[in-house]
């Protein structure tokens, strides 16, 4: 499903002399279908900017990203953005650290868009959305608000129920439970586990 190789991504700080920061050196990755891969590594040794330059928010300077798509291998440093955003809508999700949405759309309809930009009927996304919601103990009061005005926590919650809502045959997850705690991290692991059943987990470290 993802095969990495000699991912290299440096940093140029223009508002610092133009300092060079070299964050991934050569990294190589292979995932296969089914595969829970967790990357495990010090704070700076480049994990977000691999998971981001899965996602293609970041270009790397060398090296290949091959995403199965469908039928179909797609380098993602060399596809064109229409093909990015083809990729993004049914065959890579993303839960980042933090959630960034509209401002003063609920929590119901952030949790829905991905899926309902599928084609799912509208009714069907709302169900969904609700039983994830339910699951990462988002309490219904809240659903019609707009997540801004939520907890980091319950941000977090919402952000994560978005990015389950579609069956992804890929989903990046960059800290998904930091900001959670026991209970609501153990649901988190819960919906982990029943997206890759019955399937093997892996762990890889980053020096």
Known sequence: MINVQ????????????GVRLPVLQRA???????ECVVLHGHSG????????SLYANYLPDEGQIQIKHGDEWVDLVTAPARKVVEIRKTTIGWVSQFLRVIPRISALEVVMQPLLDTGV????CAAKAARLLTRLNVPERLWHLAPSTFSGG?????NIARGFIVDYPILLLDEPTASLDAKNSAAVVELIHEAKSPWRSHRRHLP
Not at 28 to 34: E, F, H, I, Q
Not at 154 to 158: A, G, L
């Open 6 to 17: 000699n991912v290299s991504k440096t940093f140029i700080l223009h508002q610092q002399n």
């Open 28 to 34: 190589s990755l292979t995932v296969n279908a089914g």
């Open 154 to 158: 319950e941000q977090q919650r919402v």
């Open 45 to 52: 040794s480049g994990k977000s900017t691999l998971l981001r």
């Open 121 to 124: 009927p509208r009714e069907a």
